[in-house]
């Protein structure tokens, strides 16, 4: 199984960012909470640390454990785990994702989302 950790990352307004995995790159064109694979002895929250840095030029603080969720994209077992986050400081640069919005939790069903995000969606949506 493969841990992976996903940034619900707020802004000032109570918005959430969302981004959209760009093509070329495993579930593209789909939407989610940002983050990445965790290294070994990584935890979830000095991995979204690096992979937001990485992966956005962004710099955050995850401060909540929010949910988890496990997925089989095929033969690959994810163990996705949530934090909720806040925008320290940063200009956002894209790397992994070609699109990228701050939306109310209320917008969330809007978009179509990786599999393994739609339980998250369906939390926050509630």
Known sequence: MIRVAAAIIENEHGQ???A???QGKSQEGLWEFPGGKLELDESAE???RRELREEMNIEIEPYLYFNENEHWYGQTHIRLIAY???LVSGE???VDH???YWVIPSQLQEF???PADIKFVKKLSE
Request: charged share 45%; proline share 0%; glycine share 0%.
């Open 46 to 48: 000095e991995c979204l």
């Open 92 to 94: 956002i640069r894209l």
């Open 98 to 100: 070609d699109e990228y």
């Open 112 to 114: 179509t989302f990786a």
């Open 84 to 86: 909720r986050a806040r």
């Open 20 to 22: 959209r995995r760009k």
């Open 16 to 18: 959430i960012m969302i």
